[in-house]
């Protein structure tokens, strides 16, 4: 076998192995043994081309090593593999906040007194229901009247009511 035809094996054994180690689960050892074969590579290089060949295909890897890990960090969680390991985030609907929007959303303008102190997130009553609120601005006494201003997440906004 020529120098040449060498060297295109051991460089294309090395990517076909790290290829592979993204849809095989190997536990790394597929990206090792293709690394292994990468270096084999560029030394055998340095031995078959000289010293400037040498220099550019560490330069190669150097470029094609980093680009590849992006690469497949990014199309990992596509592969069947990935898909198992690492699901997609789901999307979370009003039903799955615990306290349906629309009845924090009716509080809006209305008043209520702090149960707890609010620092900035608390407890309020609002006509006779406990309700875990957010103050809008500062913290907010036990005792205190507070007006409700909005919706923040599954928490009412509230501020201190001034009298």
């Not at 055998?44 to 094609?64: S, W």
């Not at 957010?134 to 205190?144: D, L, N, P």
Request: proline residues 6%.
């Amino acid at each position: 076998m020529s120098e040449i035809a060498v060297l295109i094996v051991l460089y294309a054994v090395g990517v076909l192995l790290l290829l592979m180690d993204i849809f095989i689960p190997s536990h790394g050892i597929l990206a090792l043994t293709g690394v292994g074969f990468l270096v084999a590579a560029v030394a055998k290089t340095f031995g078959y081309a000289g010293r400037e060949a040498g220099i550019i295909a560490i330069l190669a890897c150097l470029v094609f090593l980093p680009t590849f890990a992006c690469v497949a960090i990014k199309y990992w969680r596509r592969t069947p593999i990935g898909r198992r390991i690492s699901p997609p985030n789901p999307v979370l609907t009003s039903a799955d906040m615990g306290v349906p929007v629309e009845e924090l959303s009716r509080l809006v303008g209305q008043t209520g007194s702090a149960v707890t102190p609010l620092r900035p997130v608390g407890i309020c009553e609002f006509n006779g229901k406990r309700i875990s609120c957010v103050a809008q601005f500062g913290m907010v006494e036990r005792g205190s009247i507070v007006e409700a201003v909005g919706v923040s997440g599954c928490n009412l906004a509230v501020q201190k009511r001034l009298t």
